[in-house]
């Protein structure tokens, strides 16, 4: 166990990279605390399974450093760093049998036979994996395969952390929430790092106690589910996180407040401030959720035209039209539907100003 | 059900049928014809039985002929498959250097059989071939292969290795390529040696490219003939008179065609029996049925 430091870091697969894109992670410094479960989330190709592999050293890094506990490591092999990484397609080996595989890991470590056999009985038991100890890996299925995987990464007592790139996208769904609920039990009980490469937020969202969110090569926040869903530190968070993603209005700033782009209509007084002296495009987001939409004129309210609305089951996904701009309403399933037209509020505590795709009020 | 009977459906698969039987049948049945007949002439023929079958398998020659050849396909495979294992991981993955080492391991196999046999035939030569030479001069050793049993031997083996080695790497080489990158991450992460890489991983995955060249090349090292014929002629004596040159010495050479169907139609089957043996240990080996 310990507390991954990763300093001054970037990583350019091509020799001699030269601007920002050739980069396929840009400069960062980053720590992930001893003994937390963290989700690496992030669409594909944004540098995920780079920053994982980087981790455990299967990529050495182009630049900067990482450290385990405060000792660089940088140079080392994956071995000679301990650490457990399980990768998207499972990997089993074929002439071995389950018990086998669980114990390579160890056998290769040196470790006594009476110590082997005790871990891999506990982790084949913590993984339901016990009835098939003795039976050949190669014939099993993707699901038995993968918790194959999993376990090889469990079954060292003293790794640094245990990696999971996406482990569990060839599982059937049923089975993936219960392989889920396992790995959310064993780092209860062991309290090992855990990071979990995903690009689905409902997997990232339940997993783990922080996430952590990339884009296009850079960690662009880092925070509970909570956080990432009620104070998006960056525009492409507000849009990957929720479903819907949060509505953006592109806005300009002038003495009364804040203008909506192509009409006469100013909105968010409060954030008018903070605006001043900013760079960069400005936007007003705001979740659908927190969106409310009247069937009568309210205090603050602005009269927008009604273009759609999808029953989706639990929920109403309104579709409203504000000058130009279009806004998508979540609303509560045996809500009220203004014909037509509507009046939308947004409230100021769920506002967020972005200046340039940031947070900034 | 609701399946529709077609019988017309079955001159779909004429064409396949008649050039199967062009191709093989047909000659195969001709041989058989003569193995138990004696055919003096198109009119004039005796039947044998299996005469000609005891009078072959009886014969001194002939399982001389058999041992060397069961020896020189065991040679071969002992040497060729390990060899071109070795060539495949060792050959680069990616790169310049990758396509350099395909066309270098391609050459041999592009050179027509007999070229080979020439080329060898000259450069195994102790007064004007590189080899020969450099073997009677600099390295001081008695070399000749025409007329040393031993030498003619090695230089026929060596040629072969040679010849076919690379066929075996490049089969290997193209399983290996195959591997996702994954297996060997996560062999590093499990702290594997290089060993336990090769047997746990390689390996396994080789199987089947390893049947395929296992079983080509017992097949034709089996029924080598050109190569060792353009070279020693199958002496000195009787040294590298394999079961194929045997057979064309009795069928073309003393045009005893009856004898000569008889050791056909006994290669053929000692060919197919053991191809069978292979695939089958082949195919079960380490994959449960018996323990690793």
Same mark, same amino acid.
């Given at each position: 166990m310990a507390r991954i430091e990763l300093r001054d870091l970037a990583h350019a697969?091509?020799?001699?990279?030269?601007?920002?894109?050739?980069?396929?992670?840009k400069r960062a410094d980053f720590a992930w605390e001893d003994g937390g479960a963290y989700a690496l989330l992030?669409?594909?190709?944004?540098?995920k399974t780079t920053m994982l592999n980087i981790i455990s050293g299967l990529v050495r890094p182009s630049e900067g450093k990482v450290l385990f506990d405060g000792k660089?490591?940088?140079?080392?092999?994956p071995a000679a760093r301990n650490i457990a990484q399980v990768f998207q397609f499972p990997v089993v080996?074929?002439?071995?049998?389950v018990g086998e595989n669980l114990a390579f890991p160890l056998k290769n470590r040196g470790l006594p036979r009476a110590e082997i056999e005790e871990r891999v009985r506990e982790v084949a038991q913590m993984l339901e994996l016990s009835p098939m100890?003795?039976?050949?890996?190669?014939?099993?299925a993707a699901d038995a395969k993968q918790k194959i995987s999993v376990g090889r990464g469990l079954v060292?007592?003293?790794?640094a952390a245990i990696l999971f790139d996406?482990?569990?996208?060839?599982?059937d769904p049923h089975l993936k929430w219960r392989l889920r609920r396992n790995l959310k039990e064993i780092h209860a009980r062991f309290r090992r790092t855990l990071v979990y490469v995903t690009h689905d937020q409902n997997e990232a969202l339940t997993f783990a106690d922080k996430v952590v969110v990339m884009h296009e090569g850079q960690i662009v926040q880092t925070g509970t589910p909570q956080e990432l869903f009620e104070?998006?530190?960056?525009r492409f968070v507000g849009f990957f996180i929720g479903s819907p993603g949060m509505n953006f209005l592109p806005v300009e700033g002038d003495e009364a407040g804040l203008r909506l782009e192509g009409t006469d209509i100013v909105l968010g007084r409060e954030l008018a401030a903070q605006a001043r002296?900013?760079?960069g495009r400005l936007e007003l987001g705001i979740r659908p959720e927190f969106l409310e939409l009247h069937e009568a004129p309210v205090a603050d309210g602005l009269e927008a035209a009604l273009t759609e609305v999808q029953d989706l089951g639990n929920f109403k996904l309104a579709t409203v039209r504000l000058g130009p701009h279009l806004l998508k309403v979540k609303l509560h399933e045996d809500a009220a539907v203004p014909q037509a037209r509507g009046w939308l509020r947004l409230p100021p505590t769920r506002t967020r100003l972005y200046a340039g795709g940031r947070l900034i009020g | 059900m609701g399946k529709t009977e077609n019988n017309k459906a079955w001159f779909l698969v004429l064409p396949v049928f008649v050039i199967v039987a062009f191709s093989a049948i047909i000659p195969l049945i001709t041989v058989v014809n003569y193995a138990f007949q004696d055919i003096l002439g198109p009119q004039d023929r005796y039947w044998v039985g299996t005469e000609w079958f005891k009078e072959v398998l009886t014969d001194d020659a002939l399982q001389e002929a058999l041992l060397r050849q069961l020896v020189f396909s065991t040679a071969v495979l002992l040497v060729e498959i390990p060899l071109g294992i070795v060539l495949a991981l060792g050959m680069?993955?990616? &790169?310049?250097g990758a396509s350099a080492a395909l066309v270098l391991m391609a050459l041999p196999l592009l050179i027509p059989w007999n070229v080979v046999g020439t080329i060898w035939q000259i450069f195994a030569r102790?007064?004007?071939g590189l080899a020969g030479w450099f073997i009677n001069g600099p390295l001081g050793l008695d070399y000749n292969y025409t007329a040393d049993s031993f030498d003619a031997w090695i230089t026929i083996l060596v040629m072969d290795v040679w010849h076919w080695t690379p066929l075996v790497a490049l089969l290997c080489y193209a399983g290996l390529r195959a591997i996702p990158d994954a297996y060997y991450q996560a062999a590093s992460i499990d702290g594997a040696s290089r060993w336990a890489v090769f047997r746990h991983i390689e390996l396994p995955k080789m199987r089947g490219v390893l049947l395929i060249a296992v079983l080509l090349r017992f097949m034709d090292s089996f029924t080598i003939y050109t190569e060792p014929f353009v070279v020693t002629g199958g002496g000195p &004596?009787?040294?590298?008179?394999f079961l194929s040159i045997h057979l064309a010495k009795i069928a073309v050479?003393?045009?005893?065609l009856g004898p000569a169907a008889a050791i056909s139609i006994v290669y053929f089957l000692i060919i197919l029996t053991l191809s069978f043996v292979f695939y089958n240990v082949m195919i079960r080996v380490g994959t449960g049925s018996s323990k690793s």
């Open positions: 697969y091509g020799p001699r990279p030269e601007r920002e894109e050739d980069y396929a992670l992030g669409p594909s190709g944004c540098g660089d490591v940088t140079g080392l092999s080996y074929d002439t071995m049998s100890l003795h039976q050949r890996a190669a014939g099993l060292r007592s003293d790794v996406e482990p569990l996208t060839v599982i104070e998006p530190a960056h002296g900013r760079s | 680069p993955a990616r &790169g310049a102790g007064d004007i &004596g009787n040294a590298t008179t050479g003393q045009f005893d």
